[in-house]
């Protein structure tokens, strides 16, 4: 059976020129579109806690953790784009139907676990955040904003749910406006960004550790891969066998479409870190709990505007990332078990799906009422992540490089080289955070 499917524009004759180009920059649009999805989902309120963290607590030195992810995030994120069209599956899906039984459930319970947990985090950050430009109750805001989020994926189309995510995600930009009023030194930045400083004690490799679990949390895997089926869906392709193979071309448009996506979160990130190592960590404030709380503790330092911005942020991407990880668990359970799972798909059509999709946003809902406290649960859970983060790659890897699976489109030695050294960093950054538990114990 050929790998590229029979109902590939490609293989339909060549179009008009005019045609051509237009279908050319409709490709192109799309890619940007969903990459800007993806990316801006990686740089969601609890993400946005974590950078700023790092910034307030190690200061301008420890910059140049943004660029040293970047290629990392590339590889996964590819990797899981890659597995999406040209086996015509969700991440879930694939290991189900290529793996025992032990291994499926094991991965499926560590994504939820942690995807719940950072939905969880996510809903509190935007309470906390709409807070600060609207002085209403926190309880009414989570609330308010879970059903808000749960609406959009019942009764909004595919379309309308992406249209409505490009836009929020165009918010992130509010954080590198923060960043130039906050007036960082530029020999500082300079030195920070291209010079690594490195540090073997707790406080850095735990913060290194978080870095690396939320830029690589395993809900980009499974969305990324899920997002690439729901496209093809979307254009007819209804069945594995339909949507199974990719051409060249497509293939160039999702790595544009990844090196978009992954450039603008990684940006993003960069100045989130630079705005707080240029005020809170210059002004002696290295401890805050939460994204909001950066964004509390940046107005007297860079002014109102800054703080604002920074809110702002906070709250549109947040209706962006709790969807992402919420509609992410439920493909999750649903390709495991062998439900029907698409948002192309009517709540009726796909019960059980949607029936998860609001179980889980539910139970992220309710962790910020039963006295957990999602941003401290969510630190731990970047770290448990950052140690699941090799586990689940080297799976993917595994299917990328199957013939059996993949077909002609294989992986080439450059993005192993890449996956095998994204596996071994991850490792060792985890490795040596627990030589420093033990060695303080």
């Not at 920070?192 to 004690?201: A, E, N, Q, S, Y």
């Amino acid at each position: 059976m050929p790998y590229d499917s029979p109902n590939s524009p490609q293989t339909t004759g060549q179009p008009p020129a005019a045609t051509s180009k237009v279908k050319k920059l409709g490709q192109f649009l799309r890619s940007i579109g969903l990459g800007v999805i993806t990316g801006a989902a990686d740089d969601d309120p609890s993400a946005i806690g974590t950078y700023s963290t790092v910034g307030a607590t190690l200061g301008p030195g420890f910059l140049w953790l943004a660029p040293a992810v970047f290629p990392m995030m590339f590889t996964v994120v590819y990797l899981s784009s890659k597995l999406g069209q040209v086996s015509g599956r969700g991440l879930f899906d694939a290991i189900r139907v290529n793996y025992p039984k032990w291994v499926l459930y094991s991965a499926l319970g560590s994504v939820m676990i942690g995807n719940v947990i950072e939905a969880a985090a996510d809903i509190g950050g935007i309470a906390a955040g709409f807070q600060l430009l609207v002085p209403l109750p926190i309880p009414a805001i989570v609330v308010g904003a879970t059903a808000a989020i749960v609406s959009l994926q019942f009764w909004g189309s595919y379309q309308l749910i992406k249209q409505v995510f490009q836009w929020l995600a165009l918010a992130l930009l509010a954080y590198v406006a923060a960043a130039i009023l906050a007036k960082p030194n530029l020999m500082e930045v300079i030195k920070g960004t291209f010079v690594p400083k490195l540090r073997f004690d707790e406080q850095f490799l735990s913060l290194a550790v978080a870095v690396i679990g939320t830029s690589l949390s395993a809900y980009l895997y499974t969305w990324q891969s899920n997002e690439e089926v729901e496209e093809e869906i979307a254009m007819g392709r209804v069945t594995v066998r339909q949507r199974r193979g990719a051409t060249d071309e497509e293939l160039q448009h999702s790595r544009r479409n990844i090196l978009f996506g992954m450039t603008f979160s990684n940006v993003i990130m960069y100045f989130i870190m630079l705005s707080t190592s240029a005020t809170l960590y210059k002004a002696g404030i290295h401890e805050i709990s939460s994204a909001a709380d950066a964004a509390k503790a940046l107005r007297p330092l860079a002014g109102n505007t800054a703080g604002l911005l920074f809110a702002i942020g906070i709250v549109a991407v947040g209706f962006l990332a709790v969807p992402v990880m919420t509609t992410g668990a439920a493909y999750d359970l649903a390709q495991t078990m062998g439900w029907k799972s698409s948002l192309n798909a009517r709540p009726g059509e796909a019960r059980k799906f949607y029936a998860a999709i609001a179980v889980f946003s539910a139970l992220a809902m309710s962790m910020n009422f039963i006295g957990v406290n999602p941003m401290k649960a969510l630190v731990w859970a970047g770290i448990v992540q950052g140690f699941s983060a090799p586990a689940l790659l080297f799976l993917i890897l595994q299917m990328t490089n199957s013939r059996r699976i993949m077909g002609a489109r294989k992986n080439g030695l450059a993005i192993n080289v890449l996956g095998a050294i994204t596996s071994l960093l991850i490792l060792t950054a985890t490795i040596a955070l627990i030589i420093t538990w033990v060695t303080k114990r």
